[in-house]
């Protein structure tokens, strides 16, 4: 019987390396530790080791098509594919940040968008039938972020194609480099690039589900962090719970949703609720 694979990307802090501790206990197969420097990897995997956990590891930077194409490689030869993959590299910048919002538009879209779509095109070949793919969103991923109302339309659209969405989210960089993004796409690059991981998810998903697979997106939290500035409250291993439900446990009925930190499935494009959202 083949071995079964889970791979998680930017996995060697934060989130992702608690998702990697998740997989290590619970998962009946192999597990990827995949990061952008080798050297931070590697001492990722040592602290596992140390835990007697024992994933692989594989360096894998998300924005390089060298890197991405020298992974898949490297798991095509190995194994027969890819039974779980967790899409969790992103960047955030901060509120002091002092470039330009030209600059911090095209850098997040660049990193949280537009290179886990190639990720996500370079590494589906290699997902099994009946395979789970979880992306990590976030609150600000709620549709209710961006507040244009004839914007939210096109997102939500269910016959909307990967093309056009990237067309919508190239529009947006568009914007911010004109300065005039706020009042349709509001004031966050992040937010703008979380909807559009969680848009992504809902096309993959349509695109995916003749061979039972399952795509998710996700909102781990407010977790204590390098990308929150660890103001979240929450420990890597409480945000790492919802993306291991997905990847082990969620029934296959859940597909193509927005599934929030405690495992409840959110209307992704309905009324913001002030329960899930303070």
């Not at 206990?25 to 597990?31: E, N, P, Q, S, Y």
């Amino acid at each position: 019987m083949a071995l079964k694979v889970a791979v998680v990307t930017g996995s060697n802090k934060g989130i992702g390396f608690a998702t990697v501790r998740g997989l290590c206990k619970r998962f009946d197969g192999v597990v990827y530790l995949t990061s952008r420097d080798v050297g931070r990897g590697k001492k990722a995997v040592e602290e596992l080791n140390k835990e007697g956990l024992k994933p692989e590891y594989h360096q894998l930077d998300v924005t390089d098509q060298k890197s991405l194409e020298t992974f898949r490689d490297h798991i095509k030869s190995k194994y027969e594919g890819i039974d779980v993959l967790i899409n969790n590299a992103a960047i955030a910048y901060k509120h002091a940040a002092t470039e330009p919002v030209a600059v911090q538009a095209e850098d997040t879209l660049r990193i949280n968008y537009f290179s886990l779509l190639n990720t996500c095109d370079i590494l589906f070949p290699l997902l099994k039938n009946g395979a789970r793919v979880v992306n990590l969103s976030s609150s600000l991923g709620h549709l209710s972020s961006i507040p244009s109302l004839e914007l939210r339309k096109k997102f939500k659209d269910e016959n909307l194609t990967i093309p056009e969405l990237n067309k919508l989210l190239q529009s947006y960089v568009d914007a911010a480099k004109q300065g005039t993004q706020l009042e349709e796409w509001g004031d966050s690059s992040y937010a703008v690039s979380k909807v559009g991981v969680s848009a992504l998810s809902n096309i993959q998903q349509r695109l995916l589900a003749s061979r039972n697979i399952k795509v998710n997106s996700v909102h781990p939290g407010y977790v204590d962090t390098e990308l929150t500035s660890h103001k979240g409250p929450l420990t890597i291993d409480e945000g790492a719970v919802a993306p291991l439900y997905l990847a082990l446990d969620a029934d296959d009925s859940i597909q193509g949703k927005f599934v929030w930190y405690n495992k409840e499935v959110v209307d992704w494009d309905g009324k913001r609720a002030a329960e899930h959202y303070s």
